[in-house]
């Protein structure tokens, strides 16, 4: 009995020495590391929508546009933005809940 306690020890610390290790990478994270993959996952995205034949919907001079293979576009919505002076008035916190209606 004692090899299967210790066994159960012996994966909860492992778990427990990679969560430390995790909060200790996202502690000392470089500023732009979550744009950098974000970045390159849109671009290999793109590529691949590319290679494949599809259509890419990007977002263009303020509006979603559909970009076929043959390098016509299709303008899908225009995009509304929203000052920054609005959202600092807002006055969000880390956990806020914010609710969003749906336009009819």
Avoid at 27 to 37: Q, W
Avoid at 41 to 67: F, H, K, Y
Wanted: glycine share 4%; hydrophobic share 40%; net charge positive.
């Amino acid at each position: 009995m004692a090899g299967k306690h210790s066994r159960a020890k012996y994966f909860q610390n492992r778990r427990r020495d990679r969560v430390s290790k995790l909060l200790d990478f996202e502690a000392n994270m470089p500023a732009d590391f979550l744009n950098n993959i974000g970045r390159q996952a849109a671009s290999n995205a793109i590529n691949e929508n590319r290679a494949l034949n599809l259509p890419i919907t990007i977002v263009r001079d303020g509006w979603v546009v559909m970009e076929m293979p043959d390098g016509t576009t299709k303008k899908l919505s225009q995009v509304h933005t929203i000052q920054q002076e609005q959202f600092r008035k807002m006055n969000l916190v880390k956990g806020a809940v914010i609710h969003v209606r749906r336009k009819n």
